[in-house]
C-alpha cells in the first residue's frame, strides 16, 4: 500500500501584499539620497524660474504682463518655495495616518514593510524640501492657522480610504506639476532634480494609495462611503488652497493685494489644476467618491 504524502501548505499571498513586494523591489532598485543627488554647494542663479512659468498664479493675468522677466522670475521661486513648504506639512500628516494604520499589525508582512518604506521616502522628501525652499531664499511659508488646526484634526480621524484616498489626492495634484518642472530648462537645475526625485519616488506611494482605497472601499457602506466621499474633498479643497501663501507675492516685491486679487480670478491657473487633475477624478469616480457633496468641493477647488 503507497504512502500518501502530504504537500507543504502553500500561503496565498493577498493582493495588497503582492503590490507590496513589488513596491518594496522597485524601491530597492530606484531610489534617491537627495543628500548626495542634489546639488546644494552651487549658489542660487537668479536667472532661472523656480517652476514653470505657466504654473505661476499670475501666469496669463495683466500684472503678469506687466511684470519684468526678472520679477516673474522672483515670483515662481517664492511659489515653488510655498508648495514646497505645503508639501512638507502634508507629509507630516500622511506619515502619522500611515504609522497609525499599521500600528499593531504584522511587522512580517510587506504591506507593513512598504509602509515604513514609504515613511522613511517621506522624511528625505521633507528634508529636501525644506533645505531646497532654503535655497530659493524664501522664508517658511505655513498654511492658514485654520487648515493647520484642520490637518491636525483630519490626521486623527481619517481612517481607510478616508486616509489614503486624501494621501492620493496630495500626490497627484503634486506630481502633474512638477512633472512638467523637472522637464523645463527655464527651471533652476537643482529644483529640477528636486522635482525628478519626487515624481519617481511618489509614483511609488500613489500605487500603494489607489491600491489600499480600492480595499477599504470594498468593505465600506454605503453612508461610509458617501461621508468619506465629502472629508477627502474637504481635505483637497484646504490642500490645494494652501499651496501657494498669500507671502509670496509681498516677498518678490509685489503689490499682494492686488496680486491675490488677479491670482483668484486667473482662469488660466484654474485651468491648469482641473488639467493636472483628470487622471484623478476618473479615479475617484470609478471606486464611487465623486457624490454630489464631493463635487462641490471640487468645484470650489477647481479641480473639475
Known sequence: MALSIPRPETRTQPAEEGVARRLLDS?????YDP????DWETPLDTGYHGASPE??????????????????????????????????????????????DIY????????FQWALTEIADECRHSIMFARGAKKLGAPAYRPHRVAVEL???????????????????????????????????????FVRTINNIHVVEESRHMK????????????AGRVRRGTHSVLIAIAAYV?????????????????QERAVREARA?????????????????????????????????????LI
Not at 543628500?35 to 542634489?38: D, H, N, P, R, S
Not at 503678469?64 to 514646497?84: D, F, G, I, P, Y
Not at 490626521?155 to 522637464?183: P, S
Not at 493636472?276 to 454630489?292: E, H, Q, W
Open 104 to 111: 499593531a499589525k504584522d511587522p512580517t508582512d510587506d504591506t
Open 35 to 38: 543628500l548626495t543627488e542634489v
Open 27 to 31: 524601491s530597492a532598485q530606484l531610489s
Open 208 to 219: 500603494f494609495a489607489r491600491e489600499e482605497t480600492r480595499r477599504h472601499l470594498a468593505r
Open 239 to 255: 490642500i490645494v488652497t494652501s499651496m501657494v501663501n498669500p507671502k509670496v507675492y509681498a516677498n518678490a516685491g509685489l503689490d
Open 151 to 189: 490637518g491636525r484634526l483630519f490626521k486623527t480621524v481619517a481612517f481607510g480610504e478616508a486616509a489614503y484616498a486624501a494621501i492620493l489626492v496630495a500626490e497627484e495634484v503634486l506630481d502633474v506639476m512638477q512633472r512638467d518642472w523637472m522637464r523645463d530648462e527655464r527651471v533652476v537645475p
Open 266 to 302: 486667473n482662469e488660466h491657473h484654474k485651468a491648469m489644476l482641473r488639467s493636472s487633475c483628470a487622471g484623478l477624478m476618473d479615479f475617484l469616480g470609478s471606486v464611487g467618491l465623486l457624490t454630489k457633496p464631493a463635487l462641490y468641493w471640487y468645484k470650489r477647488a477647481h
Open 55 to 100: 504654473w505661476s498664479t499670475l501666469y496669463g493675468t495683466a500684472y503678469w504682463n506687466e511684470m519684468t522677466e526678472e520679477q516673474r522670475k522672483a515670483l515662481t521661486r517664492q511659489e515653488a518655495a510655498s508648495v514646497a513648504s505645503t508639501g512638507i506639512w502634508f507629509e507630516m500628516i500622511l506619515q502619522q495616518m500611515v504609522l497609525r
